[in-house]
């Protein structure tokens, strides 16, 4: 009973935070405006960002396989693919749950080890963080003068003041805290390795370390790596494709370049994180004021239009697909699927698979 009342508090919460975000990106605005622009928006640009949004999740599903692959197992796509769009169906209901969600759904029906996946997802993390770096340091090498005031203003220095605050202690307090942490380490050696080793919870505790290392480690044990990286450059492009298409649903955004696509995806991703239930009005605020910002044609009604249309059409079709796929997935039996008991021939034909 308590355990469910602190959910329901949480996602509660989550969801206020969310709100507000999305009333403080609406404020001031005029709503009739909005909507008249949401009337004469050209939805088939936004069908077309949802075709794009679907190859994104087929090349994403494949490309977790192939992290996996290096610790034993190689799941089905299909299963792979359903596990992972019913975390995006979980991020509706609290932030990042989703990653849990994936992880757990993949680790019943493959006979995988859920530590040892959640490993994987934080690989496939810091590789999309290195992308989306790399494209923000792109923008600020082609177009600093018209993108380079709203990223440092908007983004570098709220990250940067986020980041003091967390980290306000004195270098000595920290140099401190490290050798505490290192000498705790040297203690649990030398002394209580063994004594530790008795207890149950924290053998468990210690294995689940164990799995997440192990998961992390796959990128360095991967024998397609080219085809690991050209997946990930793919994706991106996918990425890219459906922000960027969708502003020919506006006529105040359709004259925008790729290179204005790029700039949108990367704010966008970075609304994204915030931890609300899947960026609901982080994502609204910071790209209508980016549009708003860095565009004298485009106001802040237009932009917000722009965001909505982006940010909901993604949504529906992430809660259609996951819902779909978690269906699909509670239908489909528990498998073994491990790299030492797949034939020669359903090797090669799962290898093949997208």
């Known amino acids: ?23 403080f990106a609406f404020k001031g605005t005029n709503p009739n405006l909005l909507w008249n622009d949401l009337k004469t928006a050209k939805y088939s640009w936004i069908f077309l960002s949802l075709l794009f949004a679907l190859l994104a999740y087929f090349v994403r599903a494949w490309r977790w396989i192939l992290i996996i692959e290096p610790l034993g197992y190689k799941p089905s796509f299909s299963i792979t693919f359903y596990s992972m769009m019913t975390g995006y169906l979980a991020n509706f209901a609290l932030p990042r749950i989703g990653e849990i969600t994936r992880c757990a759904s993949l680790a019943k029906k493959e006979n995988i080890p859920l530590d040892k996946l959640i490993g994987t997802v934080i690989v496939e993390r810091i590789v999309d963080l290195l992308s989306l770096f790399v494209l923000l340091l792109f923008l600020l090498v082609m177009k600093f003068n018209t993108f380079g005031n709203f990223i440092n203003n908007s983004i570098l220095i709220p990250i940067k003041d ?13 140099i401190a805290i490290l050798i505490i942490i290192a000498l705790l380490f040297i203690l649990y050696y030398l002394y209580f390795r063994e004594t ?9 505790f210690k294995n689940i370390i164990k799995g997440i290392i192990s998961g992390l480690k796959t990128v360095y044990k991967m024998k397609r790596k080219p085809e690991f990286l050209v ?36 704010i966008g991703t970075l ?17 209508s004021r980016g549009l ?14 722009f965001a909505t249309i982006t940010h909901g059409s993604q949504a529906v079709f992430a809660i259609i ?34």
Not at 162 to 174: A, P, V
């Open 271 to 287: 609304g994204m994180t915030v931890p609300v239930q899947s960026g609901i009005g982080a994502f609204h605020w910071i790209v």
């Open 231 to 266: 997946l990930s450059m793919i994706l991106w492009v996918l990425y890219l494709l459906m922000t960027w298409v969708v502003f020919f649903s506006l006529p105040a955004t359709s004259q925008l370049k790729i290179i204005d696509g790029v700039f949108i995806l990367v």
């Open 321 to 354: 697909v996951g819902s779909l796929s978690a269906f699909l997935l509670i239908k489909r039996k528990k498998s073994f699927n491990t790299l030492s008991n797949i034939s020669p021939v359903n090797d090669t034909v799962n290898s093949n698979q997208p």
């Open 292 to 305: 708003f910002a860095v565009y004298p044609n485009i106001s802040l009604e237009l932009g917000l239009v």
């Open 1 to 23: 009973m308590k355990e469910s009342l602190f959910k329901t508090l949480k996602f509660l919460a989550f969801l206020s935070i969310g709100l507000l975000l999305l009333f």
């Open 196 to 204: 530790l080793g008795k207890f149950k919870a924290f053998n468990k």
């Open 162 to 174: 986020k980041i003091s605050t967390y980290l306000g202690f004195s270098w000595i307090i920290w």
